[in-house]
C-alpha cells in the first residue's frame, strides 16, 4: 500500500509531505515503518522524513484512540478557562496530553490554535469543531460522540 501511494504521488513536485498526508488518512498513523518505506522510494534519507512527520503536529507516530480529542491552549482559549478544560480533561481520561487510555478509547491532544477564538475555549473532537466548551460542556459533547471506525486491518509496514 505505501509503494502503491508514493507510485500515485512521486512525480509531483516536493511530493514528500503529500505521500505522508495520503498515507496518514489511510492508515491513521505513520510509524518507523511507514517511515523507512517512504524513504527507501523517495531514495532519500529516515531522518528527512521523520523529521518531517515529526515537526507537523497533525501526524500521529501511534494510533489514536477511538475518540480523538484536541483542546486549544492559544492566548485567546486561554483567556476564557482553557487551562481549566485541560486539567479537568487530564484528570477525567487519566492521561496528559499527547497521550491514548490505556484502553484505547481517547486521545487527548493539544493544539495551539483550531482558529474559534471568538467562541473560546475550542475544542475538536473527532474533526468536530465546539467552542465555549467548559468542562462540563466536553463531558456532553463525549457523551454523544461515536468512536471512530477501527484501524485498517492492514498493519502500515504493509506494502502492495
Request: proline share 4%; glycine share 10%; net charge negative.
Amino acid at each position: 500500500m505505501v509503494r502503491s501511494v508514493v507510485e500515485t504521488r512521486r512525480d509531483e513536485r516536493g511530493p514528500l509531505l503529500v505521500i505522508l498526508q495520503d498515507l496518514h488518512d489511510q492508515l491513521g498513523y505513520i510509524d518507523s515503518t511507514v517511515v523507512e518505506l517512504v524513504a527507501g522510494e523517495l531514495n532519500i534519507s529516515r531522518a528527512d522524513v521523520h523529521g518531517v512527520v515529526t515537526f507537523y503536529t497533525d501526524f500521529r507516530t501511534e494510533p489514536a484512540g477511538g475518540v480523538s480529542v484536541r483542546l486549544c491552549r492559544a492566548e485567546a482559549c486561554k483567556s476564557v478557562g482553557a487551562e481549566r478544560v485541560v486539567e479537568h480533561a487530564q484528570q477525567v481520561f487519566g492521561v496528559q496530553v499527547g497521550q491514548t487510555t490505556p484502553d484505547g478509547s481517547v486521545t487527548l491532544d493539544q493544539v495551539f490554535c483550531l482558529g474559534n477564538c471568538a467562541l473560546g475555549p475550542a475544542a475538536q473532537v473527532n474533526g468536530k469543531m465546539y467552542g465555549r466548551v467548559d468542562s462540563d460542556r466536553l463531558v456532553e459533547i463525549l457523551a454523544t460522540t461515536e468512536t471512530a471506525d477501527p484501524a485498517p486491518a492492514t498493519s502500515p509496514g504493509e506494502s502492495s
